[in-house]
């Protein structure tokens, strides 16, 4: 019974003394140190999540500036239309080195037509695709007018 008590005054003092954690460290859990440690490390990588998250807006918020200070005319001469951005790509570069000036339309349906010859004005629009027919670009399509404001052909 002296051992007994000896024993458990003993158990009680270890355990009082060393708290939680080594219990913790006897069945493999993490220890408050490491506790702290893990909580640490997500306070940093939510902070990087933050910042890299006000990174990405504030470029958002300037390329949204640049955009809006692009004037788009009225009507465009649309000489193709290609589902693949790749061949869109392709046929931009083609019209700039012919000196057009190009504009791009993404519609929503996953084509991207190009457009060149941009007017405020729908007769002259008319008479710009009128002669563009028969252009070796077009490889025997018709080129075609797109109103922006109204996003009708």
């Not at 902070?47 to 006000?54: G, Q, R, T």
């Not at 080195?97 to 010859?117: C, I, K, P």
């Not at 710009?128 to 077009?138: E, I, P, Q, R, T």
Request: charge should be neutral.
């Amino acid at each position: 019974m002296k051992y007994f008590r000896i024993i458990a005054v003993l158990v009680l003092s270890v355990s009082l003394l060393t708290g939680c954690d080594f219990f913790r460290s006897i069945l493999g859990k993490p220890t408050s140190s490491d506790i702290e440690r893990i909580r640490l490390e997500q306070a940093e990588r939510q902070k990087a999540v933050k910042d890299s998250l006000a990174a990405v807006r504030a470029a958002a918020d300037s390329a949204a500036r640049a955009a809006s200070y692009v004037r788009l005319n009225r009507y465009y001469v649309i000489l193709g239309a290609f589902y693949n951005q790749s061949n869109a790509d392709r046929f931009t570069r083609t019209l700039k080195s012919l000196n057009y000036e190009v504009q791009v339309f993404d519609f929503r349906n996953g084509f991207h037509a190009v457009g060149v010859e941009g007017t405020d004005d729908l007769r002259v629009a008319y008479e710009k695709a009128y002669n563009l027919l028969g252009n070796d670009l077009l490889e025997g399509d018709f080129p075609w007018v797109y109103d922006t404001q109204t996003m009708n052909l």
